[in-house]
Nanobody, 122 residues
């Protein structure tokens, strides 16, 4: 079992930045791929970014590429999502999740956090 806990969400204005954190506990953190997803009201959960267990490989959704950066600190069992130049369409609940392999498919991620709300006003 692993427990994931997100933090860092909030209400910001368009153009602002936020950094989300996801702390893991309960099992070895390092060998697993970590991903960030988001879900806006009335929409399906969508992939945002993912990072390999050593941090050398990252991948982003086109909608956030160049604005968001995913990183991880395996010594702290924490993954981060730095979000810059936020837009109103980035408003959603953001979730972190872990997976045993590199993938963007939500169904392949086996553990999920409870989510943190990000609201971007125009």
């Amino acid at each position: 079992q692993v427990q994931l806990s997100e933090s860092g969400g909030g209400l910001v204005q368009a153009g602002d930045s936020l950094r989300l954190s996801c702390a893991a506990s309960g099992r070895t953190f390092s060998p697993y791929v970590m991903g960030w997803f988001r879900q806006a009201p009335g929409k399906e959960r969508e992939f945002v970014a993912r990072i390999s267990w050593q941090g050398g490989t990252t991948y982003y959704a086109d909608s956030v590429k160049g604005r968001f950066t995913i990183s991880r600190d395996n010594t702290r069992n924490t993954v981060y999502l730095q979000m810059n130049s936020l837009k109103p369409e980035d408003t959603a609940v953001y979730y972190c999740a872990s997976a045993p392999r590199l993938t963007t498919l939500p169904g392949a991620y086996d553990y999920w956090g409870q989510g943190t709300q990000v609201t971007v006003s125009s």
